[in-house]
């Protein structure tokens, strides 16, 4: 995107490409907006990882009837409808202060998410190992070397 931006500025300013200012200022506004895309569709993209994880670990046995592939194409669907929307929005009134805190607010949720997520599935995962070490006989000379290798 600001490769994009800064080719399509370095033509202009050389003269080799001639546009009137009008255009300049819509082009700019639509490689902003690209940017501004792709930036809320990662953050949440990467959300949605962190709850596919988060249900494929909490809900294994289930996870085929809760994930579907309709739910999947929806989902990723949704993602880039609302980045487009959201970023058409943001640069639009990118003066306003609501619009940033708006931004920042979504930032701050995302990183809160994966988070609070990551962090249950850790607790689960000690839980586990906890577990499993317990349930297991104090090691022998001889298994001490295939346990520490496992």
Same mark, same amino acid.
């Given at each position: 995107?600001?490769?994009a931006e800064m080719l399509f500025m370095l033509l202009l300013e050389h003269g080799v490409l001639v546009m009137r200012p009008s255009i300049v200022r819509h082009m700019d506004s639509v490689i902003d907006m690209l940017i501004c895309s792709s930036v809320v569709s990662s953050?949440?993209?990467l959300g949605v990882i962190v709850v596919d994880r988060y249900i494929t670990i909490f809900?294994?046995?289930r996870y085929h009837s809760? +994930?579907?592939l309709q739910r999947a194409v929806v989902t990723m669907a949704s993602v880039w409808l609302a980045s487009t929307v959201s970023s058409t929005v943001l640069i639009t009134y990118y003066r306003s202060?609501?619009?940033l805190l708006c931004l920042i607010g979504f930032f701050l949720f995302m990183l809160?998410? +994966?988070l609070v997520l990551y962090i249950h599935m850790f607790a689960l995962a000690? %839980? %586990?190992l906890h577990s499993i070490s317990s349930q297991q006989k104090p090691p022998t000379a001889h298994r001490g070397?295939?346990?520490k290798g496992a």
């Open positions: 995107g600001n490769l953050l949440s993209f809900y294994a046995l809760i +994930m579907t202060n609501t619009i809160v998410l +994966m000690r %839980h %586990h070397g295939s346990l």
